[in-house]
């Protein structure tokens, strides 16, 4: 079994050194390594090069990531047996590589294996917050199984699975004939999920193939992002429709909104009654605060002493979920009006 290794890149002269390492250090080393250096200002480029890896360079891309990525791949006809696309801000577990060739190779079943994403070692409540929230979502997929996302931050893809969603393109799927990845999506990571799921393939998230991304540092760059995320999330099921596949991730969003509605509620329903001296201590609200409150303790506890320490304080996490909650309204509101979507590539966590 081969694999190829791509690494999108947009002035990620900070961390590609890193990322790269990462790939050397796997206990199952790619056997070939491509950073593919999109409309790069920095030394991206270079700094890959000296690290011994090839560079392609894109030519007129404006498709962003998408863009970038489906360039490189029409530029290698001959793909090997397995193709892990990875981000340029990321670095892997050692044992990544090993454990998803492992899964392929006893489950012939399986066509992607996506990562499980994680946060550096956080520096303030914000960071620790997304910390605990990708805790979270690692918890559940051990649990239950369900991959929702093939996350951006690191999936390997078999070359029959690449190979299928290509010829699929602009007949059962959405996008451009012979493309990976659809150049109208806000988020090519859940499209492509979708589009995999759509073919009936299954895709699989085991724990030990963590993939260590940025955390956003401020508020600005942490609404940015979850905009483009919920926005993206919310054109790809337009984009596709109500089917098999995609009524998982309907529910999925019908509750985050029902959630939203039921906080913004709760917020109303407590300033009133202390507006109105209305407000009394009940042992059932106790009780199910209190349940409440142990749930965000205990699905955090991966997260580290400050991710449980952010969970016990509670308030501080409940201020964070308001806070996506108002971006998720913004992102409805956005798609209802039909806005034109932006896509941003924050650089405020980037290196020189």
Not at 204 to 233: D, I, K
Not at 283 to 289: E, H, N, R, T, V
């Amino acid at each position: 079994m081969t694999v190829l290794a791509l690494i999108p890149a947009h002035n990620e002269a900070g961390g590609i050194a890193a990322t790269i390492t990462s790939l050397r250090q796997q206990t199952r080393a790619p056997e070939r390594i491509v950073v593919v250096a999109d409309n790069c200002t920095d030394a991206t480029a270079t700094i890959a090069r000296d690290a011994g890896t090839e560079v392609f360079l894109t030519q007129g891309n404006t498709a962003r990531k998408a863009g970038a990525l489906n360039q490189a791949f029409s530029s290698l006809p001959d793909l090997p047996d397995y193709v892990l696309v990875m981000d340029a801000d990321t670095t892997l577990a050692p044992q990544f590589m090993q454990t998803a060739l492992r899964r392929f190779d006893t489950d012939p079943g399986v066509a992607a294996v996506g990562g499980i994403f994680s946060g550096p070692p956080p520096s303030g409540i914000l960071e620790t917050a997304q910390g605990n929230e990708y805790a979270r979502y690692a918890r559940e997929v051990g649990r239950t199984g369900r991959v929702m996302v093939l996350s951006g931050t690191a999936t390997m893809f078999r070359r029959s699975t690449i190979d299928a969603v290509r010829d699929a393109r602009g007949v059962q799927l959405p996008g451009r004939p012979g493309d990976l990845y659809d150049v109208g999506a806000l988020t090519e990571d859940n499209e492509v999920t979708l589009a995999v799921k759509t073919l009936g393939l299954r895709v699989v998230s085991p724990r030990q193939c963590v993939a260590v991304t940025e955390l956003m540092p401020t508020l600005g760059a942490l609404h940015r992002q979850r905009l483009r995320w919920y926005r993206g999330a919310i054109e790809n099921l337009f984009a596709y429709g109500f089917t098999k596949a995609t009524r998982r991730y309907w529910g999925q969003q019908a509750m985050l909104v029902l959630g939203t509605l039921m906080m913004g509620l709760y917020l109303m329903l407590t300033v009133h009654a202390a507006t109105n001296d209305a407000l009394s201590w009940s042992p059932w609200w106790l009780s199910i605060g209190a349940i409440f409150w142990l749930e965000k303790v205990v699905t955090a506890w991966a997260a580290g002493r400050k991710g449980r320490v952010l969970a016990t304080l509670l308030i501080p996490e409940l201020a964070y979920d308001l806070f996506l909650q108002a971006t998720l309204i913004r992102a409805l509101a956005q798609a209802a009006r039909g806005r034109e979507a932006v896509w941003h590539h924050d650089t405020s966590t980037q290196g020189a």
